[in-house]
């Protein structure tokens, strides 16, 4: 089993900042692409930012200069660090990682979500 624990998010004015972490456990060969995505009512979830095993990175237009993605891959975990937030940043914010499972074996897991409000 593998799980995405993810913690950091909470309430927020306008043009302040939050960081996000979402850590992946269990039957772990290796973590390949991880990713931050977002959703509010109505809407299917978008991708906000992923980054692959070797640090590429890749943001949402919306987010671009805004939020930064980053990893320790040491402790399998992913960062969103969060700046110059706005009100339409609010969602849902889920974590996903493909994970290794053995050689020829790799899965995507979802984090629980965390929601994170920003106030105008």
């Known amino acids: 089993q593998v799980q995405l624990v993810e913690s950091g998010g909470g309430l927020v004015q306008a043009g302040g900042s939050l960081r996000l972490s979402c850590a992946a456990s269990?039957?772990?060969?290796?973590?390949?692409?991880m990713g931050w995505y977002r959703q509010v009512p109505g809407k299917q979830r978008e991708l906000v930012a992923s980054?692959?095993?070797?640090?590429?990175?890749n943001y949402a237009e919306s987010v671009k200069d805004r939020f930064t993605i980053s990893r320790d891959n040491a402790k399998n975990t992913v960062y969103l660090q969060m700046d110059s937030m706005k009100p339409e940043d609010t969602a849902v914010y889920y974590c996903k990682a493909n994970v290794r499972r053995s050689v020829f074996l790799a899965y995507d897991y979802w984090g629980q979500g965390t929601q994170v409000n920003v106030s105008s």
């Open positions: 980054i692959t095993s070797g640090g590429s990175t």
């Open positions: 269990g039957s772990i060969l290796s973590v390949n692409s």
